[in-house]
């Protein structure tokens, strides 16, 4: 079973979203150059790699549900974490289990909004932290 976990980087605060996304994309790459030679034609280069990139979507139940892995909390109360780790200016940890990723990230873009009940989807964007 996928479950996908926000930590602080230092990891005193943790957050388990209660219902697992049916996509989670995670997109990583390598910088390439291209040169034009005279002998050769069109050459590649190989450059670094490109800092990797996960987002997916899904909700946060307004009311319990026996699908959700993280016993209830208010919906509200996983933007206000969301927004702490933003407003902070901190990087997180992201963890999904079950896909072997563990990775210190930047919550890139959280958007969201309400739909019909009380229910808040949402969509998150993360980008790598890599250090110098």
Known sequence: M????INSEDMTASLLLPVTPSEITVTEGTNMRE???ANSGIISLIGYNRLCEVSFSSFFPANARPFAVDGH???TDYIKTLERFREARIPCRLIIVGLGFDKT???ESFEYSMRQGEDIYYSMNFKEKRDA
């Open 2 to 5: 996928v479950k996908i976990y």
């Open 35 to 37: 040169y034009e030679t």
């Open 73 to 75: 909390r208010a919906a």
């Open 105 to 107: 990230m930047i919550l």
